[in-house]
């Protein structure tokens, strides 16, 4: 039995979930889940500025068309993260500030894109976050079938409907809903020991504690050495 091309009850990462996980970087979230889950760097936020972090209300879609797009907005709930696998075309731009502004107005936590948009300045204005591998002007068709609430592959990572989507100036990162929930003791121990170190680099202990040991292991240095 086939499955339907339009998925509606997955089950999203809690509200009280985003709520704590938004609260970190990125960055960090990446560093404990593995290091892993970070999109390619090619998709990258509009502007420097913006940030977002909710479920991820997943749509796949052929090159240049936005059909399933319009279907999505019609569809996600509130605080939900469009993540269109646009197969990475920048031929055209699959939205711009008409759909946009739809995203913003249904109370949608941001979108992110592998493919194009445009309007970007009207867009920076509109201080919605939009995450994309870049612009273009060429307008999208509006005619292939493709598919909502299914797994897709964004930046080359795997995200299924529902995961945490997270992105700021560094890029965007995915981690499983079931998951995120378990990081957030570690995201916060990881948080409060950078910020010890930055401190103690700051007082002018600048030498990693670590690398003498990973210079003799990695055959740089013979054991007792130092740099």
């Not at 709520?19 to 560093?31: E, G, N, S, V």
């Not at 970007?120 to 976050?129: D, G, I, Q, R, V």
Request: glycine letters at 10%; one cysteine or more; a neutral charge.
């Amino acid at each position: 039995m086939s499955l339907p091309n339009l998925n509606q009850t997955f089950e999203r990462v809690s509200a009280t979930v985003v709520a704590q996980a938004a609260k970190f970087q990125p960055a960090i979230l990446a560093d404990v889940a593995g290091r892993r889950g970070a999109l390619h760097g090619r998709i990258k936020a509009l502007r420097p500025s913006m940030k977002l972090a909710g479920p991820a209300f997943t749509v796949e879609v052929r090159p240049g068309d936005n059909l399933m797009i319009h279907a999505a907005l019609a569809l996600a709930q509130p605080g939900d993260v469009l993540v269109i696998d646009g197969k990475g075309d920048q031929t055209s731009a699959l939205m711009g500030t008409i759909m946009m502004s739809a995203a913003r107005q249904r109370g949608l936590a941001g979108v992110v894109i592998d493919g194009a948009v445009r309007d970007s300045l009207e867009l920076e204005e509109m201080k919605f976050p939009v995450f994309s591998v870049g612009t273009n002007p060429n307008g999208p068709t509006k005619e292939v079938a493709g598919r909502i609430g299914h797994p897709v592959c964004v930046g080359g990572v795997t995200v299924y409907p529902g995961d945490y989507v997270c992105g700021d100036a560094d890029g965007v990162v995915v981690v499983e809903r079931e998951k995120i929930e378990s990081l957030l003791a570690a995201a916060e121990h990881k948080e409060a020991a950078e910020a010890k170190r930055i401190a103690q680099i700051k007082e002018g202990n600048t030498a990693a504690p670590w690398l003498l040991a990973s210079l003799v292991t990695a055959g740089v240095l013979k054991q007792g050495e130092t740099l």
